[in-house]
């Protein structure tokens, strides 16, 4: 997953140069190459939600499923509440900013300074440790796994539908005058930046959750784990 983000990263650099050359270069073979990217880009983060994300999940549900809910007590790696609260505040403000530079007619450096804010904090969440050692009972894990695994859910949803809409703005940037053409080429390049954070926050999550989930039931000795596949 974590080579996945790498790969996304490094996309969204390559559209970054391209869109810096195409508002120099007006060619067509530069505007030709800049759509050719945005689509190969909105083409990997749906075949990553269906070929990883979506397996991923499945295996996560089914582990929290192995989860005795008993009363007893267990020391074991969990969710860091705390920073998964902001980690989450960052996700959905860095998914809301991008649904908004999608959305706009009018596109300003104001857009881009906001980005460049949000990277900031998100640079700021990145290090922080998204689980901590505690005592938690069976059962209240089995409840907060439980909700944390719906949202994560709900995350993957928001990905989708901003390839989607990410998607449109290549066909808007065809279709559009040369006027136009250099705003809507902006638009893309701060959208391959936002994409890029967007996959690591998802990335991050599953990996913190995976490490939290088989740390408890480790505890609680179940052993092998294993099962899903069959999509």
């Keep these: 997953m974590e080579n996945f983000s790498n790969e996304i990263l490094i996309e969204s650099t390559e559209l ?6 195409g508002l120099v270069d007006k ?3 530069v505007m030709a190459a800049v759509i050719k990217k945005i689509k190969e880009i909105v ?12 397996k991923d999940l499945k295996q996560l549900k089914y582990e929290a499923s192995l989860i005795s809910k008993d009363r007893d007590e267990y020391s074991c790696v969990v969710p860091n509440k705390a920073s998964l609260d902001k980690f989450d505040k960052v996700y959905l403000d860095t998914y ?9 007619s009018d596109f300003d450096d104001s857009d881009e300074e906001k980005t460049v804010k949000l990277s900031k904090e998100a640079d700021k969440v990145k290090q922080l440790p ?3 050692k505690e005592t938690i009972k069976g059962n209240e894990y089995a409840n907060i796994m439980t909700g944390m695994l719906n949202l994560l859910e709900k995350k993957h949803s928001y ?9 449109s ?3 808007k940037i065809e279709k559009s005058g040369d006027r136009d053409r250099a705003t809507e080429m902006k638009r893309c390049r701060l959208m391959g930046d936002l994409s890029s954070k967007l996959i690591n926050y998802v990335a991050a999550m599953h990996k913190a959750y995976k490490m ?3 740390s408890l039931l480790r505890a609680q000795g179940v052993k092998g784990v294993k099962e899903p596949e069959n999509d």
Aim: positive net charge; hydrophobic residues 50%.
């Design 16 to 21: 970054n140069l391209l869109v810096t050359e």
């Design 27 to 29: 060619a067509k073979n």
């Design 43 to 54: 083409s990997k983060i749906k075949d990553f939600i269906m070929s990883k994300l979506k």
């Design 96 to 104: 809301h900013l991008a649904e908004a530079i999608l959305d706009k």
């Design 130 to 132: 998204l689980t901590v």
């Design 159 to 167: 990905l989708w539908s901003l390839a989607d809409t990410f998607n």
């Design 169 to 171: 703005v290549a066909n």
């Design 212 to 214: 939290s989930l088989r």
